[in-house]
């Protein structure tokens, strides 16, 4: 790449953009410009990372352009005309999870790029470091072949709090208007690990329920799924569970023919063997994995190597997450 296009633009400026500018500053490329249509925000971030030019309006941004790679870390509904506009431009795109909103519309946006650009999609949740230490384990033979998968989240984070807005709700305004919740926003996570841990899935039945009051989307949903060589794998999650913490934990438990691993929260261990069980940092890590997904991203279009995350790859996710809906009888649609 010339020193142009190892410059970077980054499309949304909200909460997760910090971990996504402290990954590109890590990755040593400069983040050259930055566009929100809350140019409040975008401003609040462009002071605090360095960033020269900030815009409201990514026509104007592409057009001005000065950069090779672009992270579109904004809400779902920009992901689509945003990719678009920076196919147009040459411009090398890493697109914040979920793709799009609909597998439909997922595949007429990598129709539309085809090889225009590399597309990698940023689901870095299989590169958190108590997952990657469970892919490791697996990758060198310890548990022998997974058979059996479970695994579960759950979290207060929509729970009724005295005089203030369930904690999810304040942190994501939109969940008051949002149709699909836990399975679309947090569970397509889940099933994207075990896809990667235990290999291809199907899901053969769901349900999906809402506890909390006053929300349109799902809250807690249970998934049975078939996979490779008669395995069984389930998904359960809730985020209306008194007593967890707001921010949801994962607890994964994979039986294989030599072994079976638990990921019980921030702890890693096999069966049998507790005492020589892996603790893990979870929040003083948390960063790594955004570090890890811009690192694979620019090192991928740097060296013409594949993406973790392609965007064929994760459409496989998206269509297993849409799937749960289908199963469970609830319309496609945010």
Known sequence: MTDTQQNAALVGAGMISLHHLRAWRASGVPVVAICDLDMAKAHERAAEFGIARVYDDPDKMFADGGFGLVDIAASVGAHDPVTRLAADHGVHVMLQKPMTETVAEAEALIEYVGEKIRFMV??????????????????????????????????????????????????????????????????????????????????????????????????????????????????????????????????????????????DYNRVYLVGAEDEAIEVDLLGRYQECFDHAIKNFVDGVRDGTPFDTDRLDNLQTLRLMESVYDAAGVEVGP
Not at 176 to 197: C, S
Not at 243 to 255: C, K, Q, S, T
């Open 122 to 263: 940023h689901e870095n949740y299989r590169l958190r470091p108590h997952y990657l230490t469970v892919r490791n384990w697996i990758d060198e033979g310890r548990i022998g072949t997974p058979r059996h998968a479970v695994i579960a989240c759950r979290g207060s984070g929509l729970c009724q709090r005295d005089g203030q807005e369930p904690f999810l709700v304040e942190r994501q305004p939109y969940l008051k208007d949002f149709k699909r919740n836990l399975v679309f926003e947090t569970m397509i996570h889940h099933l994207d690990v075990l896809r990667l841990l235990v290999g291809p899935l199907t899901v053969v039945a769901a349900r999906l329920n809402r506890l909390a009051d006053g929300l349109p989307g799902e809250d807690t949903a249970t998934i049975l799924m078939d996979g490779p060589n008669g395995l069984i794998a389930t998904a359960d999650g809730c985020i209306c569970a008194p007593g967890y913490p707001p921010l949801h934990g994962d607890r994964l438990e994979i039986v294989g023919t030599k072994a079976t691993v638990i990921m």
